[in-house]
């Protein structure tokens, strides 16, 4: 492997969990050892180069396609028959319809989504064709058991780069996805890596099954481009994605691979194992440290308020580290992070323009996922701030552009957005009622810090919410 690519290679092993290395390695003795047999050859010259194929990492080992999959034609038709019935291609004109089938009746959780899952049984040929996927010996154990049809009824359907890397979607098992009816190509992006590096791509026809080996979606993303065919009759295409689900309680963590022994309700009060307590953490600057961490625990749950004044990015990653290191905090397994950190950042930046905190907010955002696996992850908003002289610095533009990246981080590392900015809004314009009268002190005032309070306490107690509602 290149020198130049070792470090980008070594930041998506980080983000591995132990079955994912492992398969890693497998793969790159496979490639050193072809390597050492198969030296490459120049096609104008017919001699061999010096060049090793291990030099470039062979993200296409992760996945494989088989085409055609099914040889019974009568059975396609009749498959093809049972998708149109589910009307999904009436559902939405402006965007790809979705459907999950299941063996029993509940939830699947994708990103904040809750999807209400449908009996699989009740579609005989989808539950056949299910289980002519885990016979395949690709497949492996042929454990799949759930499955997420997306009806693209037009070429202009796409999906954006994604990666299923769902807590209920086990990361150790394939996923495996049957194409029928047009033709889409699916384009495959190392993680963290530009959208434009396509690193792979497989030409999904219809009767086609393209399988991503476990490890996949730690390292790639995909998405789904649009068609090519102009004709209304030849633009559907149904996607059949089977996966294999695991109850909440099963999950394990793909994001790093810390491992945590001691589980979250410890039922057995013999046990050697100590419980933890579980416990949210608030980290940041001076816009959340003024919050009473006992007032926004309601005597129900620890609330550890870990925010500083005048903190940074840099700031919050040693607040991080110091809590860690502290040994006192082993007693609490942390389940909710709540982070507001950027008016200090940008602070400075007036017309350079604050694109160089973007790499800044994915490092904070995925060493807090790796050090809290278990947590869910909340994002807050920059605030509406005065432009005044004392503080003209913070002009409108880059408290805009902050918060929006903010939201692509949130987007990409699948978390939660508070989005704090607009409840301190009024008519459209910064609600002055909410903020102290001193034209230098950009903090809320009581009744703002009230309203603040408010949204954390919601978030905090509140097991179903819609997360961009602060209301």
């Known amino acids: 492997m290149p020198t130049s690519n070792t470090d980008s290679f070594l930041n998506i092993l980080k983000n591995c969990s132990l079955t ?6 497998e793969i790159l003795k496979a490639e050193i050892r072809a390597s050492e047999t198969a030296p490459l050859v120049n096609e104008s010259s017919n001699e061999a180069t010096s060049s090793s194929s291990s030099e470039h990492f062979r993200y296409d080992k992760f996945i494989s396609l088989v085409d055609p999959f099914i040889e019974d034609n009568a059975f396609l038709d009749l498959l093809r028959a049972e998708l149109d019935s589910m009307d999904l291609a009436n559902q939405s004109a402006k965007k790809p319809s979705t459907i999950w089938l299941k063996s029993t009746d509940s939830e699947i959780i994708s990103g904040s989504t809750h999807h209400k899952c449908q009996p699989i049984n009740d579609y005989p040929c989808v539950s ?9 010996s690709s497949i492996g154990k042929g454990e799949l058991n759930c499955c997420n049809i997306i009806c693209y009824s037009s070429n202009k359907h796409t999906t954006r780069l994604h990666a299923d890397r769902e807590s209920c979607i086990s990361q150790t098992h394939p996923i495996a996805t049957f ?11 190392p993680v963290g890596s530009s959208h434009s590096n396509i690193v792979h791509s497989v030409d999904a026809v219809n009767n086609s099954l393209y399988i991503m080996n476990p490890g996949c979606q730690a390292i790639l993303q ?11 009759d030849s633009q559907t295409r ?16 793909v994001t790093c691979p810390t491992v945590v022994s001691e589980p979250l309700h410890d039922n057995d009060t013999n046990s050697s194992i100590p419980r933890r307590t579980p416990a949210s953490l608030i980290l ?8 009473d961490a006992k007032r926004l625990s309601k005597d129900k749950k620890v609330v550890l308020n870990l925010a500083k004044g005048g903190s940074r990015v840099p700031d919050v990653i040693k607040t991080i580290d110091d809590f860690k290191a502290d040994s006192n905090n082993s007693k609490y397994l942390v389940d909710q992070v709540f982070i507001s950190v950027g008016t200090n950042d940008i602070r400075y930046c007036k017309y350079d323009g604050v694109a160089k905190f973007k790499g800044e907010l994915f490092k904070l955002v995925r060493y807090i996922k790796s050090t809290f696996p278990r ?13 005044t002289f004392s503080n003209r610095n913070y002009i409108i533009r880059n408290i805009m552009d902050f918060n929006n990246f903010i939201y692509h981080v949130c987007r990409h ?59």
């Open 284 to 291: 940041g600057d001076s816009f959340v440290a003024r919050l």
């Open 222 to 232: 995909h998405r789904v481009t649009k068609g090519n065919e102009t004709r209304s």
């Open 413 to 471: 590392e699948r978390i939660f957005m508070l989005d704090i900015f607009n409840i301190f809004l009024s008519n459209g314009f910064r609600n002055p009622y909410l903020f102290s009268r001193n034209p230098s002190d950009i903090h809320p005032n009581s009744r703002g810090l009230g309203l603040l309070a408010r949204v954390y306490i919601n978030k905090i107690h509140s097991r179903y919410f819609d997360p961009l509602s602060c209301n």
């Open 179 to 189: 194409s029928i009816g047009a033709p889409r190509r699916i384009e495959f992006v």
């Open 375 to 387: 947590a869910k992850v909340f994002f807050q908003s920059l605030l509406p701030l005065s432009i």
């Open 128 to 136: 056949k064709l299910l289980n002519l996927v885990n016979q395949h």
């Open 238 to 253: 149904y996607s059949i994605s089977f996966r294999k689900y695991i109850s909440e309680c099963d999950a394990v963590d």
């Open 20 to 25: 994912e290395k492992k398969s890693f390695l």
